[in-house]
T-cell receptor
Framework: GAVVSQHPSRVICKSGTSVKIECRSL??????MFWYRQFPKQSLMLMAT?????????EQGVEKDKFLINHASLTLSTLTVTSAHPEDSSFYIC??????????FGPGTRLLVL | GDSVTQMEGPVTLSEEAFLTINCTYT??????LFWYVQYPGEGLQLLLK?????DKGSNKGFEATYRKETTSFHLEKGSVQVSDSAVYFC??????????????FGKGTLLTVNP
């Protein structure tokens, strides 16, 4: 399967700042990528579906102006948490679509907003 | 909407013990069912899947059977090893609009296997 990396693996920031998280598909051209967030002891919740070269599709309840997604190439998608607040602290996970129901997941990024 | 419920952990077993992690689902269509595993510090990996009723998915000694009548997909392994220690996620996939499939996950079950 595809190898997916995320950077950074952990980030701590002050409230009000913006944080960018990168998701890279190292050996696979990813037309579609997904972004999830996971709260402690909760399931992964899909935030948005990102298609290369077009606007992301956000799930209901996810603020697209707060969680900016850019998928400018077949190997890179970025998630920017703008004006982060403590309630945005979470574990953010990306995945790459391998076609149909197959997804390859990154290791996740732990965000802590102080 | 679709949902997945799996047994809460953590689950702690001794090596060579029998493992069952229960998973039930609700879905409007005919979903495919999955078990993903997440080892410490790594991303989720597909462990096994089943795409229709009565299918059995299996991998690395783990098995799960798609039971439509009970809407279940319980994960089992006859003899666990220390290296099986990880978080296990049950999930279903449903086609939504165009060709995009959406994965819906359970909360995950932490398994710890002691030597």
């Amino acid at each position: 399967g595809a190898v997916v990396s995320q950077h950074p693996s952990r980030v701590i920031c002050k409230s009000g700042t913006s944080v960018k998280i990168e998701c890279r598909s190292l050996d696979f051209q990813a037309t579609t990528m997904f972004w999830y967030r996971q709260f402690p002891k909760q399931s992964l919740m899909l935030m948005a579906t990102s298609n290369e070269g077009s606007k992301a599709t956000y799930e209901q309840g996810v603020e697209k102006d707060k969680f900016l997604i850019n998928h400018a190439s077949l190997t890179l998608s970025t998630l920017t948490v703008t004006s982060a607040h403590p309630e945005d602290s979470s574990f953010y996970i990306c995945s790459v679509s391998g076609g149909r129901e197959t997804q390859y997941f990154g290791p996740g990024t732990r965000l802590l907003v102080l | 909407g679709d949902s997945v419920t799996q047994m809460e952990g953590p689950v702690t077993l001794s090596e060579e013990a029998f493992l069952t992690i229960n998973c039930t689902y609700t879905a409007t269509g005919y979903p495919s069912l999955f078990w993903y595993v997440q080892y410490p510090g790594e991303g989720l990996q597909l462990l096994l899947k089943a795409t229709k009723a009565d299918d059995k998915g299996s991998n690395k000694g783990f098995e799960a059977t798609y039971r439509k009548e009970t809407t279940s997909f319980h994960l089992e392994k006859g003899s666990v090893q220390v290296s099986d220690s990880a978080v296990y996620f049950c999930a279903l996939s449903d086609l939504r609009g165009g060709s995009n499939y959406k994965l819906t996950f359970g909360k995950g079950t932490l398994l710890t296997v002691n030597p």
